[in-house]
């Protein structure tokens, strides 16, 4: 295998609107992250990866763009980002850009040209975007937007539908279109160019639609219409191009987010031999619980049941091992908080369970991803009102499925809410316990999580117990260890439904992994009493055998 710099790395995910405020507006910016980088410094990550920072509406929280070359101005300027990404190189890190080149905004130039004529009269922007004729007066076929609704807008100007997988204000580009592919190389190199060290690709597998846009399956969920779109016939194609014109002269990490696809989907794309991507992200274990209606789709407020979590996440590791990368990550700005979500929030066991998670996850074969807070132990914030809601998918989601469609009455949605909206991802960073947990001396743009002044930075860099070093320490045992960064893995007991084990192997050496991910104490005999068995790393502060107490987690290694 062919060792690259970001097999080493663990990457650190900023929602720049939540990060840090640095001019109390109540929004994060630029020099609000760059206050931060010695605390980033001292956690030892080794790359940044800032959510999009361009000129948008935020109509979708920045993921619908209207100038890929300009700074959202609440977040800074220009100027301040290249002091930034100076800043980010001298402290010995990385940054990832997040390209968003599935859609752009509907304000975006291109769109506004393009919706003046079909046949190119007036802009030669006209076929940047999938536009399609009425078909008896309606809707092109039946697909339905993430966001609730069709996936189709009408444009008088035109007399046609553009296609928006997501809100109407996040129009499809139409990459069977050599000037949009051209366009986006560009936009690329702008920032290659600048110094950036890689890009996050959004829904990256859905660019290339099917050919003749065919219906989907009733009912016209949007999971259905996703996997319709997704992995399409000329991705391949695409990707490949997006190598050989642009990624393959930079020496930079490419991961794509590819919903739907499925490991062997990800080998074609990401294979060490292939010339694509480094890796995707994938979504099969955040999925594992959604709710059994597919009309509710992810909304639930159920229990992951272990057993369907170890099927995915070993399936993944198994089918890329020596053949892909895999991307590791618990929760992002799409995911709730992960202790909340995998194990438990609950005062008593918050701590343990978190360390647990980090364990469980950063032992794996992969690049892991740490979402801001994750390292703190942040968890879900509890909402029971639809007005204390900023996200679009929740706040859509209450009004079709509740009131339109009638499928569940609005307390159970509520708590479907608490359980899965991304909401609980993008609360402020909770950096002390002064006003507003130190993000800002002004009123947030959202609402801080009440627990912030028992869940902050400053305490836990203050508490040599806390979650934080705790990853700091996994962070390190990554960076040191081969067995950690390149062995392979073998599952133990997949059925157990109260304990996740696995082995790694490489070389002359075996990693011993063990996470109870209950309150429960249990016993189990993996061979850890083995003379040769050195424990390296514990969320407690002694080693009872095979007992396992409360989410206890350790990491064993052996000679063979």
């Known amino acids: 295998m062919a060792h690259k710099w970001w097999q080493n790395a663990v990457i650190y995910q900023i929602y720049p609107m939540s990060f840090q405020d640095s001019n109390n507006d109540g929004i994060g910016d630029l020099p609000g992250i760059e206050q931060r980088l010695p605390y980033l410094k001292k956690l030892g990550v080794d790359v940044l990866w800032l959510n999009p920072i361009y000129k948008s509406p935020n109509k979708d929280n920045g993921y619908d763009i209207s100038d890929y070359e300009q700074i959202q101005p609440v977040y800074g300027s220009m100027a301040e980002f290249d002091k930034l990404l100076s800043q980010i190189h001298k402290h010995g890190m990385k940054l990832l850009m997040d390209l968003v080149v599935n859609h752009t905004s509907d304000q975006h130039r291109w769109f506004q040209e393009s919706k003046r004529s079909k046949d190119g009269k007036y802009s030669d922007y006209s076929d940047y975007y999938i536009w399609r004729d009425p078909v008896d007066g309606h809707e092109p076929n039946n697909w339905h937007a993430a966001f609730g609704g069709s996936a189709w807008t009408f444009v008088p100007e035109r007399g046609q539908y553009y296609l928006h997988l997501f809100a109407p204000g996040q129009p499809d ?12 190389w560009n936009i690329m190199r702008f920032w290659l ?152 929030d609950d005062p008593k066991y918050r701590v343990r369970a978190a360390k647990m998670l980090g364990t469980t996850l950063h032992m794996m074969q992969g690049t892991p991803f740490v979402y801001e807070g994750e390292e703190l132990g942040m968890t879900n914030v509890h909402y029971t009102r639809l007005d204390q809601y900023e996200d679009l998918e929740a706040i859509n989601s209450y009004h079709e499925l509740v009131d339109e469609q009638k499928v569940v009455d609005g307390q159970t949605m509520l708590k479907y809410l608490a359980h899965m909206s991304r909401d609980n991802a993008r609360t402020p960073m909770q950096w002390d316990t002064s006003k507003n947990a130190g993000f800002s001396k002004v009123q947030p743009w959202f609402a801080v999580n009440p627990n912030y002044p028992e869940i902050n930075a400053e305490k836990a860099v203050d508490d040599s117990q806390s979650v934080f070093y705790h990853y700091q320490k996994l962070i390190q045992l990554r960076h040191d260890s081969d067995l950690v960064k390149f062995g392979n893995y073998d599952e133990i007991d997949p059925e157990d439904t109260d304990v996740f084990a696995y082995r790694r192997h490489y070389q002359d050496q075996t990693l011993l992994v063990i996470s109870n991910f209950t309150d429960q104490t249990v016993t189990r005999d993996y061979d850890q009493g083995h003379p040769t068995a050195k424990l390296i790393l514990s969320n407690y502060d002694d080693d009872l055998g095979t007992e396992l107490r409360p989410y206890e987690s350790k990491v064993y290694v052996f000679k063979e």
Do not use: C
């Open 173 to 184: 580009l139409n990459w069977e279109n050599p000037a949009v592919r051209e366009s986006v």
């Open 193 to 344: 160019d600048k110094g950036v060290d890689g890009f996050r690709m959004d829904v990256i597998n859905l660019i290339s639609k099917p050919a003749g846009l065919p219906d989907a399956p009733e009912p016209a969920t949007y999971g259905l219409t996703e996997a319709l779109v997704a992995d399409g016939p000329k991705l391949d194609d695409y990707l490949r191009e997006m190598n050989d014109k642009v990624l393959s002269h930079y020496d930079i990490m490419t991961v794509g987010e590819m919903p739907s696809s499925k490991p062997e989907d990800a080998i074609n794309y990401t294979g060490l031999d292939k010339h694509e991507l480094n890796m995707v992200f994938q979504f099969e274990h955040v999925t594992v619980a959604a709710n059994p209606d597919p009309r509710l789709g992810k909304w639930n407020d159920q229990p992951v049941e272990l057993p369907q979590l170890k099927r995915a996440l070993s399936r993944w590791q198994k089918a890329l091992d020596g053949r892909g990368w895999n991307s590791l990550y618990w929760n992002n700005h799409d995911q709730p908080r992960a202790v909340s979500r995998f194990a438990t």
